[in-house]
């Protein structure tokens, strides 16, 4: 029976540290770091997100701002506020929240993102910096993901390490990151996605599988090997019978995986938290110039 990797835990434990870093920040009589966030539309999974950093924020003592537009604003006006966060020197990192309405442009809109404020690290200069193992802002999920791993002291060296989904966001960066000279890291790396044939083939080889697909309970016993390290990304909103209207599905089998795994990341509780507290992290990296020196 696998044990739990524990995210809502372990992401307590760093929203604590940061909160301590923030407690001698304002004791010194400085500015708190600031967090703003652009979200455009009426998407309720984009809207519940920005909610929660903006929670995350308060919890930590970060001052927060948010700039909603609606679903027909310009992208002019996006560009526009994304250039005025740009100059505020009292606005350390912003997110602008994915996806964004069809007739923008998001390459354009990323790129606009200074870079030392992108603490996303969606910008393509913090991309390629994370590909050449530079200092950067690693998008929060993946250094989530990282962290987690890290805590557990899960061993990555040498280790067979599959990737479901190629994901901007999560699984093209995981796949980079698994790869790295770093711990965690040095696994050898099998990226799939929708054109994968016979995609357990490669998921019953691997040490390590991470799912990043968005397909409720796709990753079944069956399809794993015993002992492997498995982290679900997925949090798929599927019809319920609650208040809410719904629940949100991982995109593994828990039951059947939990059985054959040595690890395993809950859904909710495993992913999901250590990648908010993550972009605290980032925001406390853009604050103390961290990764950009000057
Ligand atoms: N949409 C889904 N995940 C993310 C994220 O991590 N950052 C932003 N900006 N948008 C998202």
Same mark, same amino acid.
């Not at 949100?248 to 938290?273: N, R, Y």
């Given at each position: 029976?696998?044990q739990?990797l524990?995210?809502l835990?372990?992401s307590?434990v760093?929203?604590?540290e940061? $909160?301590?870093?923030?407690?001698? %920040?304002?004791?010194?009589?400085?500015? #708190?770091?600031?967090l703003?966030? !652009? +979200?455009? *539309?009426?998407?309720?999974?984009?809207?519940?997100?920005?909610?929660s950093?903006?929670?995350?924020?308060?919890?930590?003592?970060?001052?927060?701002?948010?700039?909603?537009f609606?679903?027909?604003?310009?992208?002019?006006?996006?560009?526009?506020k994304?250039?005025?966060?740009?100059?505020?020197?009292?606005?350390?990192?912003?997110?602008?929240?994915?996806p964004?309405p069809?007739?923008?442009?998001?390459?354009k809109?990323?790129?606009?993102?200074?870079s030392?404020?992108?603490?996303?690290?969606?910008?393509?200069?913090?991309?390629?910096?994370?590909?050449?193992?530079?200092?950067t802002?690693?998008?929060?999920?993946?250094?989530?993901?990282?962290?987690?791993?890290?805590?557990?002291?899960i061993?990555? $060296?040498?280790?067979?390490?599959? %990737?479901?989904?190629?994901?901007?966001? #999560?699984?093209?960066?995981?796949? !980079? +990151?698994? *790869?790295?000279?770093?711990?965690?890291?040095?696994?050898?790396?099998?990226?799939?996605?929708?054109?994968?044939?016979?995609?357990?083939?490669?998921t019953?080889?691997?040490?390590?599988?991470?799912?990043a697909?968005?397909?409720?309970?796709?990753?079944?016993?069956?399809?794993?090997?015993?002992?492997?390290?498995?982290?679900?990304?997925?949090i798929t909103?599927?019809?319920a019978?609650?208040?809410?209207?719904?629940?949100l599905?991982?995109?593994?089998?828990?039951?059947?995986?939990?059985?054959?795994?040595?690890?395993?990341?809950?859904?909710?509780?495993?992913?999901?938290p250590m990648?908010?507290?993550?972009?605290?992290?980032?925001?406390?990296?853009?604050y103390?110039?961290?990764?950009?020196?000057?």
């Amino acid at each position: 029976m696998a044990q739990i990797l524990d995210g809502l835990k372990v992401s307590k434990v760093i929203k604590q540290e940061i $909160k301590q870093d923030v407690e001698k %920040i304002k004791a010194a009589g400085k500015r #708190v770091p600031h967090l703003s966030a !652009i +979200l455009v *539309g009426n998407n309720g999974a984009s809207k519940a997100y920005v909610n929660s950093k903006i929670k995350d924020c308060a919890e930590v003592g970060f001052q927060s701002s948010l700039h909603k537009f609606p679903s027909t604003a310009s992208e002019a006006e996006i560009l526009e506020k994304i250039n005025e966060l740009n100059n505020d020197p009292e606005v350390d990192g912003f997110i602008v929240q994915l996806p964004l309405p069809k007739q923008m442009d998001q390459e354009k809109i990323i790129m606009a993102i200074e870079s030392r404020k992108d603490v996303d690290g969606f910008h393509p200069e913090n991309f390629g910096r994370m590909a050449l193992e530079m200092d950067t802002f690693l998008p929060a999920t993946p250094f989530g993901i990282l962290t987690l791993l890290e805590h557990y002291q899960i061993e990555t $060296k040498g280790k067979h390490c599959v %990737i479901i989904g190629r994901s901007r966001i #999560v699984g093209r960066p995981m796949s !980079i +990151l698994m *790869g790295r000279k770093d711990f965690p890291g040095n696994s050898t790396v099998t990226l799939t996605h929708s054109y994968t044939s016979h995609i357990e083939e490669f998921t019953k080889n691997a040490d390590i599988v991470i799912t990043a697909l968005g397909d409720p309970y796709f990753l079944k016993g069956d399809m794993i090997k015993e002992g492997a390290v498995i982290v679900d990304v997925g949090i798929t909103r599927v019809d319920a019978d609650n208040e809410r209207g719904y629940i949100l599905a991982g995109d593994v089998d828990f039951d059947s995986c939990a059985e054959k795994a040595s690890w395993i990341t809950p859904v909710p509780g495993g992913v999901g938290p250590m990648t908010r507290a993550m972009l605290m992290k980032n925001t406390l990296l853009a604050y103390k110039h961290t990764i950009y020196k000057d």
